[in-house]
């Protein structure tokens, strides 16, 4: 690996904002593809700030650092990336639940999501079904993130899918959910196709849902 591709991995770990954006616009400047900037540093760092997050050597305020650090990062190769037509791995829209404000576990989950390769629609907090429904609709999206952190939320994930599968979007995109309350049963009894319990696992369920 080049030294430079090393030291933006190791940086973006470390959540050093300031010197990764300095080694990001250097390696593009020396002719380095957007593309193997994102992949073969970005994307291989925010791997390993997952693996550190299970392995419990990370916690939350050490994914949130290290993931603002590759978002300035990515915002520096998005014009070179759209250049170049590389294409992601995928769409994901996420958003929380109607009723729901919470948004940090739904920021780290986009947040890492985009890290690995996916493009994010971001509908925020306290989203009604009828806009996950328009975004499907929409966007050509291929998964759909629901959150919610309280139990009494917890069933307009139930609605979400419910309104998906009444405009006939339902076998267009893969649904996966997370949240404190919820768990891998409630998921299979609302007929979601995915649980995670965490933003790192949500990227590899992202992952095996689009057989990447």
Known sequence: MEPILQTIQEKVIEG??????????????????????????LITAMN???QRFEK?????????????TMQAALAILKPSLTQSGMRAKGRVVIGTVMGDLH??????VATMLEGAGFEIIDL????????????VRDQQVDIVGISALLTTTMNAMRRT????????????????IGGAPVTEAFAKEIGADGYS????????????????
Not at 103 to 108: A, D, Y
Not at 124 to 135: I, L, N, Q, S, Y
Not at 197 to 212: E, G, Q, Y
């Open 48 to 50: 390993e700030v997952g």
């Open 56 to 68: 419990g050597e990370f916690y939350i305020p050490e994914m949130l650092i290290a993931a603002r």
């Open 103 to 108: 948004e940090i576990g739904k920021n780290l």
């Open 161 to 176: 899918i419910e309104a998906l599968e009444k405009a006939g979007l339902r076998q267009k995109v893969k649904i996966m």
């Open 124 to 135: 925020g907090t306290d989203v009604p079904p009828e806009k996950f429904v328009a975004a």
């Open 197 to 212: 319990p965490d933003a790192s696992r949500a990227v590899t369920l992202a992952r095996t849902l689009m057989n990447i």
């Open 16 to 41: 050093e904002t300031t010197e990764v954006v300095t080694c990001v616009k250097e390696a593009l400047q020396k002719g380095l593809p957007a593309d193997r900037i994102l992949n073969e540093s």
